[in-house]
């Protein structure tokens, strides 16, 4: 009975939100000006606002002059300071919360500030913003009547009250006890460090409950819902939970995915949403179903600015605001933010595919993509064209990553890919003829390199056993939502390395 009434209190709350973003939509340009000028106000009582001279600027274009675009590189120093205890870094206070994110296999790890303003103005209003949409294409749902699934990470308690974790963690952390009723598995195992462990428990007590809506990166999903297959003898999802509606998903591009979840979900009356949520802050949501495009959420205390795409390997390139971005072009993507992020790249490209409203998709990363011949490959293209080949041969992708072929005096280049199948196709010869086919047909600049083979030849695909990303993952120790294989490299690293621990181990 409470849980049916708290949903009823949700509802009408998340009916002003939805109005809420309606209105900011009205005045985008407007909107992220006052975003821009709030930022600016807490930028001027910092150390680093105050050696760019901050209390001088007026405008944004004063600001782009006096502060550099900067990677997480330039700003460690001041990073670093903060987590030693420092205060007015690069926001206002001292911070204790920093959020873990590898992105990638890479060693280092990046350590992103989370102030209570980036935590509840940012990564709580976009939550929230989430569900208003929701409720809005779905006023039945149900959201705060049963339970919902959480894939959280893991924290670290250090000294001086420093804590250290995934984005997921630090949010579950510090939810209200009013909120947790409404979430499986208990806190104590969501945010387990132990993946294996978390998945195996989350397994046993989450198949029991009423689950009406989950969120997290599909990969680690499918492990789980594997699993609980495994438990309870049911054969798909949907027999363990009759009432799931809702996913929300991120962090990989869902293409190469959304057979397989069909296949644990039948059914025409599940809604896919894809959420562009990083640590560095949560930027957009998908907002209509089945139509690709994420709402750029204008209004959450970051403000944007994006560099042409031909333009992003200059060291301080011009940007573009909101108001001067094209539909179709590819962006690189540059925040300043409620967490000290100040004009920093998180190094994603996006493309518009409105402005009216504002709606983008993440389509590759600046340092994940091929371009070693000229071809331009981004991710979204090689997710797209991996989707589209099995529909067309057969097969299901577990995970995948490519690499070029480097010429050599007596052969040409090419592309290199190592895939992992969870069903495998039944002729791979011909598999990958069509997924050459398909990227030709999807990127031009690769048609183009392709043509006659003149300076590229059919790509090659190997196999690789199953379970090669997950154990490979495992033995750097990378296991976790933050952790993933780059679909796409420059360089032939991490291919040889799963080449050789397949050696090793097979």
Request: aromatic content about 12%.
């Amino acid at each position: 009975m409470f849980y049916t009434f708290f949903n009823t209190l949700v509802k009408g709350y998340l009916k002003y939100r939805h109005y809420r973003i309606n209105t900011m939509y009205s005045n985008p340009v407007e909107t992220q000006l006052e975003v821009f000028i709030t930022l600016l106000d807490n930028l001027k009582n910092t150390e680093y606002g105050k050696e760019h001279k901050a209390s001088a600027i007026n405008n944004v274009s004063e600001y782009k002059q006096a502060f550099p675009i900067v990677d997480y590189e330039q700003l460690f120093p001041y990073i670093d300071k903060m987590m030693k205890g420092e205060e007015n870094i690069l926001w206002p206070g001292k911070v204790h919360w920093f959020a873990k994110s590898s992105g990638t296999t890479n060693d280092r790890s990046k350590y992103i500030p989370i102030t209570d303003d980036n935590l509840f103005e940012n990564h709580v209003a976009a939550s929230w913003d989430a569900m208003s949409i929701l409720y809005s294409n779905r006023p039945d749902a149900r959201i705060f009547d049963r339970k919902n699934l959480i894939m959280g990470g893991s924290l670290t308690q250090m000294k001086d009250k420093l804590v250290i974790g995934d984005v997921s963690a630090i949010l579950l952390n510090r939810m209200p006890a009013v909120g947790r009723p409404f979430y499986s598995p208990d806190f104590e195992t969501a945010i387990l460090p132990d993946w294996e462990d978390k998945i195996e428990k989350m397994a046993h007590q989450c198949s029991k409950d009423d689950i009406v809506m989950f969120a997290g990166v599909p990969t680690w999903s499918l492990v789980l819902f594997k699993r609980i297959l495994e438990i309870t003898g049911k054969k798909n999802i949907r027999e363990v939970w009759p009432n799931l509606r809702t996913y929300f998903h991120g962090g990989v591009g869902f293409d190469p995915y959304i057979d397989q979840f069909k296949a644990l979900m039948p059914g025409n009356d599940i809604e896919y949403y894809e959420v562009y949520n990083a640590s560095e802050g949560y930027f957009a949501v998908q907002d209509r179903v089945n139509q690709k495009g994420m709402l750029l959420l204008l209004d959450n205390a970051i403000f944007y600015e994006f560099i042409s795409i031909e333009n992003m390997h200059e060291d301080q390139p011009d940007t573009l605001t909101i108001g001067e971005v094209e539909v179709g072009k590819d962006y690189c993507i540059v925040i300043s933010t409620s967490s000290g992020l100040w004009r920093y790249r998180p190094g994603d490209v996006v493309t518009f595919v409105s402005v009216h409203p504002y709606r983008l998709m993440v389509t590759g990363r600046t340092k994940h993509y091929i371009n070693v011949f000229g071809e331009e490959v981004m991710v979204a293209n090689t997710d797209r064209a991996i989707k589209e080949t099995c529909e067309l041969c057969g097969g299901k992708v577990n995970d995948y990553t490519v690499a070029p072929i480097f010429m050599e005096s007596n052969s040409k280049g090419g592309h290199h890919w190592l895939v992992e199948f969870t069903e495998e196709p039944q002729d791979i010869a011909i598999f990958t003829e069509q997924l050459d086919k398909k990227l030709r047909s999807i990127n031009s600049d690769y048609d183009a390199k392709r043509h006659k083979d003149i300076a590229l030849q059919n790509l090659v695909i190997e196999q690789a056993p199953k379970g090669t990303f997950h154990d490979w993952l495992k033995s750097k120790g990378k296991l976790g939502g933050q952790s993933k294989i780059p679909r796409l490299s420059n360089e032939r690293k991490y291919i040889e390395d799963l080449q050789h621990f397949i050696k090793q181990n097979n």
